[in-house]
């Protein structure tokens, strides 16, 4: 179904929680830049509760997840927009808000124009990482590529993308479970990405490809950060640290409701 963006309704924001843990400054301008865009907005920090139900814990998913439904309902948001692929996938079985893909909704209204072609003179060519839950999401694979040739970086297709892209490795908590087999996925997937940087749109598949030795960049460090050059190399993986994790959240919260609130 074509996306339509009705600017009468309230639009709701959930970046998910690996975002969150990884880069709060990319969420912070990303919800400053919706909240522009978007009459009636609100942002909702919460989990999808995703892995509960990918560990069997189906009873306590559909707890979480009412409450999440309880939350989005209360402040009265009619669409929700989804940074998360699996948040997304979750929310397309589960919720009775109408959900859209950041990555849908950002060529409909457009970067912010100063970032327009920022990258023209980058010398860097990514190659891209679908994640395994956007497989048959056509519109949201063309808008990562959209947004890669509205900033001017060049970009090749591996082998296996889009509908044939294989998993990062940590699809459906199998790192937490069998760290071992999550390791091997790991790596068959670096492996089939040709040596390219890689870009990603879900913050839980770039700390896989980092882990399996290979360079990766966030969409959102693309929009939001400096110029990414061939020989530069991507920020630590994070998502490693429960330290990091867990300040980086607070991070998130606290510049979102400074922002909101001026």
Not at 70 to 95: H, R, W, Y
Not at 112 to 128: I, N
Not at 135 to 160: F, H, P
Not at 250 to 260: A, D, M, N, P, R
Request: glycine fraction near 8%; hydrophobic fraction near 35%.
């Amino acid at each position: 179904m074509e996306t339509v963006i009705d600017k009468n309704k309230h639009y709701g924001f959930m970046p998910g929680c690996s975002l969150s843990s990884y880069n709060p400054e990319a969420v912070i301008k990303t919800t400053a830049y919706l909240n522009s865009v978007f009459p009636e907005f609100s942002t909702v920090l919460k989990c999808c509760g995703r892995p509960t139900k990918s560990v069997g814990q189906y009873d306590l998913f559909k707890e979480r997840f009412a409450d999440l439904q309880k939350d989005m309902e209360d402040v009265n948001i009619q669409e929700m927009i989804l940074a998360c692929p699996t948040c997304k996938a979750t929310f397309d079985g589960e919720s009775r808000t109408k959900s859209h893909s950041l990555w849908e909704i950002l060529p409909l209204i457009g970067i912010p124009s100063e970032l327009r072609g920022k990258a023209k003179g980058s010398d860097m060519v990514f190659t891209v990482h679908d994640s395994c839950t956007t497989r048959n999401e056509t519109a949201l694979q063309d808008g990562i590529r959209w947004i890669l040739t509205e900033l001017g970086y060049k970009y090749v297709e591996s082998g296996y993308s889009k509908g044939k892209t294989r998993c990062c490795g940590f699809g459906g908590m199998v790192d937490p479970v069998n760290p071992e087999v999550a390791k091997k996925v790991m790596q068959r997937r670096v492996e089939t990405l040709e040596n390219y940087p890689v870009v990603v749109y879900c913050a839980t598949c770039r700390s896989s490809i980092l882990q399996a030795g290979a360079r990766s960049w966030h969409i959102l460090d693309l929009i939001w950060g400096p110029v990414v050059y061939a020989d530069d190399e991507p920020t630590p993986d994070v998502l490693e640290s429960p330290d990091h994790v867990w300040h980086n959240r607070y991070e998130t919260k606290h510049g979102i409701l400074k922002q909101l609130n001026g």
